[in-house]
């Protein structure tokens, strides 16, 4: 760092351009992202001031994950508990608290018959992991032909193989593997609007498609309630429902990918719970540790496993490195504890009411086409693409940090946030939708 000229910082940029690959950028990197120094409660602190800015309200909770905020004494000491005993040993043929007891609890308060866990390191992994589950189920049962997904467009589960395969075609950078990919099924993204009356038409669609593809079809995968990463968009649980009942009728699998909406972010714990249905695989992942290391979860019910079992190959063929480690296990069962210890619905609702009255303007925004809220979930439409770089910058000079993409600027704070600074974030989106 001394050959380079500048501050401590510009040469920890100039190390980042030149060596490190971060998501969705070339390499040499181009983009000059902010230095992080430290986190803390809801702010993130600058190694240097960014258009007048040091600290920075996090909007984002690090991509739905943080909803506790930074550096948590309760999540902070499990941590410091945990590393004291062991932070990583292998799971195969070993097992340990910590993950036993994460295991249960997350039986115990997902939909259902869930019961049964598979811990695994990254929500795309997870997503894997259901597709596995789902194909292996078929195999065991002598029904090798059912190995395809039905999903909607305009979803998103992740960027290994097979989440890609059922992200939205259209949308992401996903038509770069076009033809490498497997083929699935997709039918039409839902209507939008959470409290919309359900489109009946559409609900017929989502029947028939599923009865259609029904003999080839493995699983039905979607995000209930919330499409994120694929557009951010909110549907009537009633076409949850729908593919519930479809999948009954037809004999298909249906896993619900509570990545994003899992852990009280819609204002059900699981998104799934607003329609009252059980899937028979379900995905968490990004809150359950409240964002402090990666790790994700595929849960299913006995029928399922019981399924997989009778197979000519009775195990879950699945087993990298990283499964279940004790570290992440212990800080998702105290950051667990620590959310249903607190009226974490009450918290939810305050965040979401503080977006809808500081976003209460935003719909008269010129190039603003809709505004909305669920839960703690807030999210502005533009007419236009968004001007990445501006939107970023307006944010940042009002002390916010928010990550705009394609036609949208939106947030979804930590639950602990408050509400000068849930208001200084609804202000922060406005000025980044008028600027961006
Ligand atoms: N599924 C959904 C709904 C997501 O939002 C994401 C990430 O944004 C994933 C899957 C992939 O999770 P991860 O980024 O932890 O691999």
Sequence with gaps: PGEVPGSATDALRALDRQHVWHPYAPMPGKSDPLVVES????????????HGQRELIDGMSSWWSAIHGYGHPVLDEAARDQLGRMSHVMFGGL???PAVRLAARLAEISPGDLEHVFLCDSGSVSVEVAVKMSLQYWRSLGRPEKRRLLTWRGGYHGDTWQPMSVCD???GMHHLWSGALPVQVFAEAPPSGFAAEPDEEYVAHLHKMVEQHAHELAAVIVEPVVQGAGGMRFHSPAYVRALREACDEHGVLLVLDEIATGFGRTGELFAAQHAGVTPDVMCVGKALTGGYVSMAGTLCTPRVARGIAR???PVLAHGPTFMGNPLASAIAGASLDLLLSQDWRGEVRR?????????AGAAALPGVREVSVLGAI????LDHEVDLAAATRAAVRAGVWLRPFRDMVYAMPPYVTQ??????????MCAAAREG
């Design 311 to 313: 197979g000519s190959v």
């Design 95 to 97: 097992t340990h608290e």
């Design 378 to 381: 807030g999210v502005v439409r």
């Design 169 to 171: 075609p259209e949308g």
């Design 351 to 359: 965040v979401g009411e503080g977006l809808r009255a500081g976003l």
């Design 419 to 428: 509400d000068e600074d849930v208001a200084r974030i609804a202000a922060a």
């Design 39 to 50: 986190a803390s409660g809801v702010r993130l602190r600058l190694a240097e001031a960014a």
